[in-house]
């Protein structure tokens, strides 16, 4: 593509730029982080414990140098999101092979909102953008020197930056780098190369490992520590990549004709590239994707769109066609990225947890609709300013408005557990209605009053065992011998059998068959065996295949779910109540049922009862087939059932 043409596509893309930027609230964890750094607290989001409460360390480091030379922790956010992004949309279309190629390039990513949302919105997809098209170019130009080391070298010293990006790019840059190793054939010439190209990689996890305690960002271990079961994780993921190409069919449309192209046509090196982009893509999958909709779609399109571009020319028309066709798959967004204005607002939530996170916040926090003292520096305090009386809030979302707001004096206890050391090492509390990138933690008893008082003040004492380990990790003297054998005990797991997750997963309320086999009669309202049902119980039992009944006294006048978990996942479910007004009993009722055939199949170790609508909720007994205790009072109240049944007139 020509210069005189270049150019002036550069500023449609910076005014396209401008028009869309935002910040997320993501970001401003990090922003938050990057400002208690700048003022003497320590890279960390709450100032009184070490944690890495951002993903990508690399962008961190970097809006720390932007906010130092800017002066504004918001413009110099803006400012090096739309710089870089820029950068990459210039690079991509200098490294076209020809004009119909680069206008490919264009229309893909002009028209693509994952890409052009994510341009902007504070988080680190603009430099591992950059990132990524250096790795693309280095890994297919020719190599210059003899004995190749040079480009081996770059290629892992872009592959380690590329992890400080996000530790889960390496699934992106493998194929290549295991490629080029194999290429390299001497292992002594591997390890020449990928030393030095992985210091800066080698020397920020020893750091972290050091400083905060933990190789990887605290958000790791709360979002993949879930106790969520792996298919419906899978479920999600796949959902993820419906939803995308329903908001933005370019996307995966592109990236999908890149990386079939790549491996249809391409050289050793652009199939190792195409199959990094695919494994992406199922690692994407394979988390649940994101609530975010598109940001993990980002970095396979970059790549689809560099290898389009980089392909051999062949026959112009069928690169007319191509753009045509994605150029059509683009305006059939919802909403195009070349159409955003000030008007724009996509703050529709669906049903799959996902949302355009630029429609939620572009109306409160965008360029376009900023007034003068919008985007104002923060008036944040100093370390060696007097300090006000230790306050702590909680919240779950909008963690990183919260923490701009209240300051840094402010201790903000994440239920989500991205800044939060304990919990994000505590699973998810049980909710078959959960949503991706928020599993909420239970907070165990007395854990707001130790971080009120700088205490251990847990009730529980195993976990309060756990936690002190943590906290001589998070809060101790950097250099102590207990600080660094804590490290050492917690990064090798050896404490873990101290935290109940049942317990946990469950919110302390549990319960084994036995308990619940008290029977209650019908219109009970109080006294033994009736449970107040505040959260849901989870009633564990034997595991075993073949259970035909259960028979479950509830308030009459509620509805209820009763689902069946095989370990952590659930397999079958049964809605019941109310009973209907004309025959409801005043307090509780029994529901005989048949065990759904799924749950029979699979078998099941524990039992949720939960409430879903109503006022006030009671179980009683949880009679279950094949448990001794219950056997024959359930086969009654079965018998009694079907004889009921049998004996009501038809019609």
Known sequence: MARETRYPLLLVFLAVLVRTAWLSDDALITLRSVLNATHGFGLTFNIDERVQSFTHPLWALALTGAYLLVGNIYIATFALSIVVSLLVFRLVIARTASAPQAWLAVVVLLLSRAFVDFSTSGLENPLSNLL????????????????GRRRSTTLWLLAGLLYLCRPDHVVMTAPVLALAAWRDRQPHRVVRAALPGLAPAIAWTLFATFYYGFPLPNTAYAKLGHGVSAIEILQQGVLYLIDSLDRDPITLTATGLGIGAALAGGCGMRRALAVG?????GWVVSVGGDFMAGRFLVLPLVCAVVLLGSMPVGEPRRWVAATAVLGLAGLSSMQVPLLSDSRFDASNAKPNGIV???GIYFQT???VRAERLSFAEPDWPHADDPRPARRVAVRCGLLGAGGMESGPWVHLIDECALADPLLARLPSVFNTAWRIGHF??????????SVETGTNRLRDPRLAAYYEQLRTITRGPLLSM????????????????????RFYRHMGSIAPIDAM?????DGTTAGAGVRPLDVPLAVTCEERTGRRYIAVALDADDRYLVEFVRRNRVVATLRLGPIPEHRRPAGLATYIEDIPAAARRAGFDTIIVAPRSGERYLVGHVLLDGEP??????????????GASASAPTR
């Not at 990524?132 to 004995?147: Q, W, Y």
């Not at 982009?277 to 893509?281: Q, T």
């Open 482 to 501: 207990s600080r660094l054998a804590a490290i050492g005990r917690m990064n090798w797991k050896l404490d873990d059998d101290l935290v109940d997750r």
């Open 356 to 358: 355009d996170e630029r």
């Open 365 to 367: 926090q965008s360029l």
């Open 132 to 147: 990524l098209v250096l790795f693309i170019g280095t890994a297919l130009a020719p190599e210059p020197a003899p004995d």
């Open 440 to 449: 909420r933690r239970m907070l165990p008893d007395g854990y707001v009053e």
């Open 629 to 642: 205790a219950t056997q024959d009072e359930l086969m009654r109240l079965v018998a009694w059932r079907d």
């Open 517 to 521: 086999a008290v029977p209650t009669p």
């Open 277 to 281: 982009a695919l494994l992406y893509l």
